[in-house]
């Protein structure tokens, strides 16, 4: 992985600068590195994404295409976090070893929540950690149970479709419910992807079936102990009642191993992204972003930029980084 070319290190003595993540660092003001830059050190310049996924789990492009897709769009680095697998992280870190481009490892788990989803993302993790692997590998075994049963619901249905149709249709990364959505698509049993999802596959639907989820303890335990910084994603999404169940729900998760809030996604509203951050900086946690770019794009949404809206600083990365670091350390 490239090593981050951060011009903004936290260094002894000189200045404090606000990078607008509610952490001050103290920097160097003299760097005979860079003298023609009047003496002024200058924070990386590039975007970052955090929130991706790849054919791996239910995303249209290889971890490989991804992350070349990544350096062309002009980013610095991105996080590929895939739904509760880490299968794409090896190839994607080579291909960027290969092209110069920083890819972190990283997943996005679903945990055990009402009334709303709760998605954990899990960055910079150990993806050879056995602890890790067993984990990740008994929720597969609970997806391999669960799809032949989404099968026999929609046969039951009147719908002809095969479990192999649905393999064919995730291209070899993990079956789920998308790869359904577009068989069902391609077989014009349904007009759009919504469709099936609403006639069929969401919860409460005919063809719905549960899948195993960690509880949000068990998730964020083996986030930590594989050295990854736990972050919950999209908190639109949990289905809180306003900001004092949130904040009671996300001081909870602190107390289990939680490091930072996905403040800046694409469907978060300027309130939202607000009082995520107000969250943020209140109990000292992370503040992260990403597209959630799947391949596919609806509505115009795109890597790093989503729809236009977004611009990712570098400096999450090292923040990022600084905090595994830290709990490196208290290990
Ligand atoms: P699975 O992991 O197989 O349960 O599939 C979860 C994925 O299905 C999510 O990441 C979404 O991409 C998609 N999904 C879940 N619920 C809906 C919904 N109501 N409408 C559209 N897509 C959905
Ligand atoms: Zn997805
Ligand atoms: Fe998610
Ligand atoms: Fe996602």
Do not use: W
């Amino acid at each position: 992985m490239k090593k981050s070319n951060s011009c903004a290190r936290p260094s002894a003595g000189g200045g404090k600068v606000d990078f607008g993540q509610g952490i001050i660092y103290k920097i160097r003001i003299t760097i005979p590195l860079f003298p023609l830059l009047n003496g002024v050190r200058i924070m990386s310049m590039g975007y970052v994404d955090l929130h991706l996924h790849t054919t791996a789990s239910d995303g249209v492009l290889s971890p490989s295409e991804i992350v070349r897709y990544a350096k062309v769009k002009g980013l610095q680095a991105i996080a590929i976090t895939d739904h509760d697998t880490i299968e794409g992280c090896e190839e994607g870190l080579s291909e960027g070893k290969k092209i110069g481009f920083e890819v972190i490892p990283g997943i996005e788990i679903s945990a055990e929540h009402s009334p709303g989803s709760m998605h954990i993302l899990g960055f910079f993790l150990d993806i050879h950690h056995p602890f890790l692997n067993e984990r990740l590998a008994y929720l597969q075994k609970a997806r391999a149970e669960r799809n032949p049963k989404i099968v026999e619901k929609l046969n039951r249905l009147g719908i002809n479709i095969t479990f192999e149709e649905v393999v064919k249709a995730s291209g070899g990364g993990q079956v789920g419910r998308p790869h359904f959505a577009n068989v069902l698509l391609e077989k014009e049993y349904v007009r759009s992807f919504q469709e099936a999802f609403d006639r069929f596959l969401k919860k409460g639907a005919p063809a719905y079936v549960d899948k195993l989820r960690f509880t949000s303890k068990e998730a964020l335990h083996f986030i930590n102990e594989s050295k990854g910084v736990a972050v919950l994603a999209h908190p639109n999404t949990l289905g809180m009642n306003g900001y004092s169940e949130l904040e009671k729900l996300i001081l909870r998760l602190v107390g289990e191993g939680l490091k930072g809030i996905e403040v800046y996604y694409p469907e978060h509203s300027a309130a939202e992204v607000a009082q995520y951050k107000t969250l943020a900086e209140r109990y000292g946690l992370l503040m992260t972003g990403g597209t959630d770019y799947h391949g596919i794009e609806k509505n115009g949404l795109d890597i790093g930029v989503g729809r236009g809206e977004m611009k990712l600083p570098y400096s999450i990365v090292e923040n990022l980084k600084a905090v595994r670091n830290r709990s490196l350390l208290g290990r």
